[in-house]
């Protein structure tokens, strides 16, 4: 069975170049019918906070991306990393290292100063030394020869051993390295395929070492390229990226966030948007460029509003909520709802957006936009709106019927159909650009539109009382 994880550091919230390697590995053990397991790698007390697990879950869920094991916690499996490392110690594999943190800087001092490479210089490694306090363990790398491994997407990648000091695999105070607590988790968790940064492929040397050490066979590796800015230089928050509970706040879909982060340096064909379901059943490793993807906040914002135009209202809903938290929402039907969002959808391009321009169907009080409302507003339309208040008492609601029944009236009233048009839409939203005036009478129905276009008159005759007899 296929077997992937996404190892997280809470020392920070998720961002993209983070959520695409996690989706990668979402998609890869989906697409296999595997397993994707995740992990904190927590070991970092000073840095490692809980409400960055929790951030890190909660944008996780947001996404889709839900984990089939974990999470499991490094700062939780410090014994296990501990037998592991006994049973190297014993089998002669590796040796604990008493030189202390001042002797060690000095000497990468004297390295660099050289012009050379700073390399632990094994003055420990034949002392044959036992545990103590202040002794870190070292693993025995190899002294010749090459440390070999078939990446999925490279070919083979070749270090010379010699380039692989005798790193550190537990610390003095007990708890292991980076490189030994990756290798024992990969290894008791099954894990046969890692796919993950190309940043990460100088550690793959030494994480090679620990696992013929142990006698275990390496799992599978793809090392993806990084996500750069628009200018080429790596992603960070000056090119405009945020976290990806950043992207919830802003209004962005889950599934619009999932297509983007897919076609950072994927494809497939000329398809350019995909439902999750077909990223399942598409996704390819071999499909992925090893050009580094550049982060292009318009495209991701033309696709937040491809997928805002032709999701389903139902889903739309379900995400625009919280962003409707000044309404009582318990007032309306879900009909009315989804309704009302048909309406919108074509015309936004985030869920901010559509919480705005959806608000004068979830408010009794429309406040009208003064411009348009001097334009429009005026007391010659009052006779007009009356007569379109008594005859919609009668009409049908159907868009052709109700677009054929205005062109009448401008026409016997000698005022424009734009005038009628708009002192109407104002009258029902309160502005001068909405949704299809015909759309929203439907929505509304006779009696909230009545209604509203009542309040219009009102409206005109306490702000021209005198001035004419209306």
């Known amino acids: 069975m296929v077997i992937t994880r996404f190892p997280p550091s809470p020392t920070g919230h998720l961002h993209l170049g983070g959520a695409r390697t996690a989706l990668f590995n979402w998609l890869f053990s989906k697409h296999n019918k595997g397993k994707f397991i995740l992990r904190f790698e927590d070991t970092d007390k000073e840095r490692s906070k809980p409400e960055y697990v929790e951030s890190i879950k909660a944008s996780l869920e947001w996404l889709g991306l839900n984990w089939d094991e974990g999470p499991y916690f490094q700062s939780e499996r410090i014994k296990i990393y501990q037998e592991y490392a006994q049973k190297l110690f014993e089998e002669g594999k ?47 790398a190899p002294e010749f020869g090459e440390i070999v491994f078939e990446d999925l997407l490279r070919g083979k990648i070749v270090f010379l051993a010699e380039e692989v000091d005798d790193f550190i695999i537990m610390r003095s105070d007990g708890t292991p390295t980076y490189h030994f607590a990756v290798v024992i988790d990969d290894i008791t968790m099954g894990i046969t395929h890692i796919i993950r940064g190309d940043d990460h492929i100088s550690n793959t040397p030494k994480q090679i070492l620990i696992y013929e050490a142990l006698g275990v066979n390496p799992p599978e590796f793809a090392h993806i390229p990084m996500v750069l800015g628009p200018d080429g230089t790596r992603l960070s928050k000056r090119h405009g990226a945020k976290s990806i509970l950043e992207y919830k706040e802003a209004g962005f879909l889950p599934n619009a966030l999932i297509n983007y982060l897919a076609r950072l340096g994927w494809g497939y064909g000329d398809q350019e948007y995909f439902t999750i379901e077909e990223l399942i059943e598409k996704f390819d490793l071999k499909n992925i460029n090893l050009s580094p993807a550049r982060f292009d906040q318009d495209k991701l914002l033309a696709i937040n509003a491809y997928w805002m135009r032709n999701s389903s209202s139902k889903y739309l809903l379900t995400h625009l909520k919280p962003f409707l938290k000044n309404y009582d929402l318990n007032k309306f039907s879900q009909d009315y709802l989804l309704s009302a969002i048909e309406t919108v959808k074509v015309r936004t391009k985030t869920l901010i957006e559509m919480a705005e321009m959806i608000s004068f169907y979830l408010t009794e009080e429309i406040i009208y936009d003064k411009d348009g409302a001097k334009n429009f507003l005026i007391p010659e339309i009052v006779p007009i709106l009356r007569k379109v208040v008594e005859d919609l008492k009668e009409l049908s609601l159907e868009e052709k019927l109700l677009e054929n029944y205005l062109r009448t009236l401008a026409e016997a009233s000698g005022m424009k159909l734009k005038n009628i048009a708009q002192a109407i839409r104002i009258a029902l939203t309160g502005k001068t650009v909405s949704p299809g005036l015909f759309e929203i009478i439907k929505v509304l129905g006779k009696e909230k539109t009545i209604e509203r276009i009542n309040k219009a008159i009102e409206y005109i005759n306490k702000n021209y009382q005198g001035e004419k007899n209306i």
Do not use: F, H, V
Not at 101 to 128: F, H, N, S
């Open 94 to 140: 590796a040796y604990y290292c008493e030189c202390s943190k001042e002797l060690l800087e000095q000497k990468k001092k004297e390295m660099l100063a050289k012009g050379l490479k700073p390399k632990y210089d094994k003055r420990c490694r034949e002392k044959k030394l036992g545990p103590a306090p202040d002794r870190a363990l070292r693993i025995k």
